[in-house]
């Protein structure tokens, strides 16, 4: 049976029921858009029973919060491929599950402002070119026409890809949760994970506030929570949460979505794109330590504001209708997490590790499908996954693997 026929005889099917203790096949930790297309992703891969656990509800963590950019110029060959296999479920959701994330394609510019910054582009595009992705050189007057709304002559040129788009992450949400009912997965909303199950060594099922349920197999997510999740299991995770800073202008003629492709400023680690007719843009302060905190910083959003006026001075007369703050999740080397847990003693059979490492929205649904297939043989097609566990990570957090060289300024330790 192939996997597609597979689902089409899952598809709106009720949820197994298992009389007696209370027993799965595969649970989830955490409802976000790791943890919950991982679940629908193990449903659809044939595990009958799979139970997500959520302490909140779904989507209420970084989730629905996220500004949904989905990027395939990645800085290593593991993000463009991971954003490219996201790219095309996007664009596939419909055929597969009646609805969709919302992915809309409209261009994204990563303007370079100094000689360094092109020779870097430079490389990061042929690395790109030689996966398939179709990004290429804009010349600096290029860079101009294709975003009048730039100040003119401020750039040495760029990097465009006419297929990166953003979803809208609350659309997001409510796909993947009628993905979630479509494929029977038991969603618990409101019940906490708080550690696994040992019997001699091996993993015998997970404890939640409403009791124990007993599995083989467990895949750990929680964004910036995730560390947290670990730490409830005995295990160290190095990963992190940070604040992070959304604000949408007032609409404005020349922010017309048909006249603005989105904009990364890498070395300023700013990014926007237009919404509404106006403009989003987000950013996280590098300076400020990790942390929950969710309150609006106004003097560092003052300096977003200002970088964002000297590179796109219409914006510099309008106000704001939405600011909020929310705690984006981080890796040390800002790429994600996919591989079994690491207890002191060694792997821990039956326990999956996975984070986006903060680009949930371009590589959620990849990591989600990579970890499943972890959970279930042990490797993936999807990327190469060798390189992307746990083992990569010394005691104090420090990866062996370099950093992805386009990601937002998150800290580099946790
Ligand atoms: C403001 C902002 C903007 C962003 N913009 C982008 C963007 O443009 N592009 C991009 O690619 N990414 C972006 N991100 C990052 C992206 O949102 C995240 O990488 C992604 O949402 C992480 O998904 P997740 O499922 O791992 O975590 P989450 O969505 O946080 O889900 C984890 C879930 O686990 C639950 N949980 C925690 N502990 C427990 C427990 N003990 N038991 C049960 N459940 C538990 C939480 O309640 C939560 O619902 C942004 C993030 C933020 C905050």
Redesign the pocket.
């Known amino acids: 049976m192939t996997e597609r026929s597979v689902y089409a005889s899952l598809k709106l099917m009720p949820m197994p029921t298992s009389p007696g203790p209370d027993t799965a096949d595969a649970v989830v930790?955490?409802?976000?858009?790791?943890?919950?297309w991982c679940a629908y992703f193990l449903r659809r891969s044939g595990l009958g029973r799979v139970v997500l656990?959520?302490?909140?509800?779904?989507?209420?963590?970084?989730?629905?919060?996220?500004?949904?950019?989905?990027?395939l110029q990645g800085g290593t060959v593991a993000a463009v491929q991971l954003a490219q296999w996201s790219r095309r479920f996007y664009l596939s959701q419909r055929e597969e599950l009646g609805t969709d994330s919302g992915f809309t394609q409209l261009g994204y510019l990563l303007p370079c402002f100094t000689q360094a910054d092109v020779s870097a582009a430079r490389a990061r595009l042929a690395m790109q070119n030689s996966l398939g992705v179709a990004a290429r050189w804009l010349e600096p007057g290029e860079v101009d026409a294709r975003n009048p709304t730039l100040a003119p002559g401020q750039t040495l040129g760029g990097t465009f890809c006419e297929d990166d788009g953003?979803i809208s992450?609350p659309r997001n949400v409510a796909a993947y949760t009628a993905a979630l009912l479509a494929t029977g997965v038991d969603i618990r909303e409101r019940?906490?994970?708080?550690g696994l199950s040992l019997r001699a060594g091996r993993l015998s099922g997970v404890q939640?506030s409403r009791g124990p349920i007993a599995t083989g197999t467990v895949i750990l997510?929680?964004?910036?929570?995730?560390a947290?999740?670990g730490r409830?299991s005995g295990l160290r995770i190095p990963a992190g949460g940070a604040r992070?800073?959304?604000a949408v202008t007032e609409r404005h003629p020349d922010l017309a979505s048909s006249r603005v492709p989105m904009v990364f400023d890498v070395p300023a680690g700013l990014?926007w794109r237009p919404e509404e007719g106006g403009l989003l843009f987000?950013m996280s302060n590098p300076a400020e330590p990790p942390g929950d905190d969710r309150t609006v910083d106004h003097s560092y959003l003052d300096r977003m504001r200002g970088r964002l006026a000297r590179l796109v001075p219409v914006t510099a007369g309008l106000g704001l209708r939405k600011i909020?703050?929310?705690?984006?999740?981080y890796t040390p080397d800002h790429l994600p997490i996919i591989g079994p847990a690491l207890a002191p003693a060694g792997p821990l059979a039956g326990v999956t590790v996975?984070?986006?490492?903060?680009?949930?929205?371009?590589?959620?649904p990849a990591v989600a499908r990579a970890a499943a297939d972890v959970a279930l043989t042990g490797t993936s097609e999807v990327v190469e996954v060798g390189s992307l566990g746990l083992d990569r990570f010394d005691e104090a957090g420090r990866s062996k693997l370099a950093s992805d060289p386009v990601a937002l300024p998150f800290p580099e330790s946790v």
């Open positions: 930790v955490g409802g976000g858009t790791v943890g919950a656990v959520e302490s909140d509800l779904l989507g209420q963590g970084a989730s629905s919060r996220a500004a949904g950019v989905v990027r953003y992450p019940v906490a994970f708080t939640t997510t929680g964004g910036p929570k995730l947290e999740v409830r992070h800073q959304i990014y987000g909020y703050a929310a705690t984006i999740d996975a984070s986006a490492g903060g680009a949930g929205m371009m590589w959620g």
